[in-house]
């Protein structure tokens, strides 16, 4: 057994958690606009916007997945554009994995954030307005340090969530070794091939992880609701 | 001078209203600003800071803050708002509340030795009692020496010991800084006590304009002195009736005989006056 263990290829778990963090930090950058400007909307259009960014979470990622590889392939103008004038090709190939999840993931980062956003008394942006801070300001000197609960589970289910990606992943990346094939893949031909053990390793490995970061989440938010003491 | 002239369509509880207020305020003056919950008040306190839309004219200092439909942003009308539940920024401490506004070390320590806060001003708002945070939110509002300060019900949340020791503190900090206040109050005592001008709103009209003394005081003819309560309740007692009033935090007892007690109902606005002969006033507690 411990020499299954040692002899197991790791490359997959690598990738995965790289394609993780390079994904939760992309869409950090670009949900805290998107879901900051939701919150403040009081647009009739709103609805729309949101509908958008929520659709990843009902679309099954077979779905999802054959739109982004058809977008990025050299069949539509995107995947033309990208490679003919830019030289990056973006699928079978880890930027293409990066792309992909970001668009599978956006709800995960948007909404927590945008809920925390909205979930700030009225009256505190509103000082800010007056104490003569504009809303960029106002959004990382007041806005964005009262929602840490929030934005620890945007961050962290973002991330869990890339890890345990498999249909988009599969659809976009392929099963490249050490380029595409990711944790959640290489189990799926694990027991394509029958070879039980390793998959249960790898399962295994994969629900301690989750476990703790899930912990790790809860345990937070615990303590900081009880340092702050409820929003002021 | 502030000249204000707004309109605007409010959706009150009691269906569509227009508010329609025209009012100059002197410079350095306290207004206070009275009226029904839903005549429009918090409205006009939000329209003069920017932070809702109306359509009219508002001029102050020579400077026009709203003209027509274009609106000067709150961030560039420099004024001093404390709302009602203080509305604290819960990751700073106190004295960075401050500095939020303006980094003026100097200032933020001197308001906060007017108010007794000085030895708080590294803790953070959360650990603070409600009056000491609504300090706190009137010192903020202080910060960028203000051209107008404006305050929503800024006591009514608090007790009415501490309500009184507030009111004083309001009190100095307009003498020492002069800054002309719109403040919307319910409680006559508190207007009495801080304001120069009283103006009643009622579905979103001006009613009643004037000194403190003429709007609140509401006795008529040849009564002494009278009181507005609700009453809670009428009691018979063998051949009279006796109805209990809650006056302000007060409950009090009036003998009523069969005729009066008929027309009464728990609920009723009722007036408490008399005039046949001079109340005592006793001192029960030195200030």
Not at chain 1, 68 to 89: C, E, N
Not at chain 2, 81 to 93: E, I, R, T, W
Not at chain 2, 167 to 184: A, D, N, P, R, W
Request: aromatic content about 10%; some cysteine.
């Amino acid at each position: 057994m411990f020499e299954k263990v040692m002899a197991l290829e790791f490359a997959p778990f690598l990738i995965s958690f790289k394609l993780a963090s390079i994904t939760t930090l992309i869409l950090f950058c670009i949900s805290l606009f998107l879901a900051w400007s939701l919150a403040q909307s009081r647009s009739r259009f709103k609805p729309i916007f949101e509908a958008i960014t929520a659709l990843p979470i009902v679309l099954p990622p077979s779905v999802l997945g054959f739109y982004i590889l058809y977008a990025l392939s050299f069949h539509s103008p995107i995947g033309r554009f990208f490679q003919d004038v830019l030289g990056i090709k973006l699928v079978f190939n880890f930027t293409g994995l990066v792309v992909a999840s970001c668009f599978y993931s956006l709800p995960f980062m948007v909404q927590p954030l945008q809920s925390g956003f909205e979930a700030l008394p009225k009256n505190m942006l509103e000082a800010s307005y007056i104490a003569g801070k504009s809303k960029i300001e106002t959004l990382f000197f007041v806005a964005l340090p009262n929602i840490k609960p929030a934005l620890m589970s945007a961050i962290i289910i973002t991330f869990a969530h890339t890890v345990g990606e498999f249909g988009v992943v599969l659809m976009v990346g392929g099963s490249i070794p050490g380029e595409t094939k990711v944790a959640s893949v290489a189990i799926y031909e694990m027991v394509e091939i029958m070879d039980y053990t390793s998959a249960h390793i790898y399962s295994g490995i994969m629900v301690f992880i989750s476990f703790v970061v899930l912990l790790c989440v809860y345990i937070f938010n615990r303590q900081e609701s009880h340092r702050l003491g409820g929003v002021v | 001078m502030i000249e204000i002239e707004v309109k605007k369509e409010l959706l009150g509880s009691l269906g569509k209203m227009d508010l329609d207020v025209n009012l100059t305020i002197e410079a350095q003056s306290f207004v206070a600003l009275s009226g029904q919950s839903g005549s429009g008040k918090t409205t006009l306190l939000r329209i003069l800071a920017g932070l809702e839309e109306a359509k009219g004219r508002i001029v102050v200092d020579n400077e026009v803050w709203l003209d027509g439909f274009k609106a000067l942003p709150p961030q560039k009308r420099g004024i001093g708002f404390v709302f009602q539940d203080y509305a604290l920024f819960p990751n700073m401490s106190i004295l960075d509340n401050l500095l939020f506004v303006r980094q003026d070390k100097a200032l933020a320590k001197e308001l906060l030795s007017m108010s007794e806060l000085l030895e708080l001003a590294h803790r953070k708002p959360a650990t603070l009692s409600g009056g000491q945070k609504q300090r706190v939110s009137l010192c903020r509002a202080m910060m960028n020496r203000p051209k107008l300060l404006l305050m929503d019900e800024p006591l009514s949340a608090l007790d009415p010991f501490m309500r009184n020791k507030l009111q004083q503190e309001i009190l100095s900090l307009h003498k020492t800084f002069g800054t002309t206040t719109i403040m919307v109050s319910h409680d006559p005592s508190e207007m009495y006590r801080l304001s120069s001008r009283v103006v009643v709103l009622s579905q979103g009209k001006i009613v009643q304009d004037g000194d403190a003394k003429s709007v609140l005081l509401r006795t008529q003819g040849s009564q002494k002195f009278s009181f507005e309560g609700e009453l809670l309740d009428v009691i018979k007692v063998d051949v009279i009736y006796i109805a209990i009033v809650a006056i302000g935090q007060q409950i009090v007892e009036v003998v009523l005989d069969a005729s009066e007690a008929l027309d009464l109902h728990v609920g009723d606005r009722v007036n408490i006056g008399t005039k046949a002969f001079a109340p005592i006033l006793q001192k029960w507690e030195k200030k």
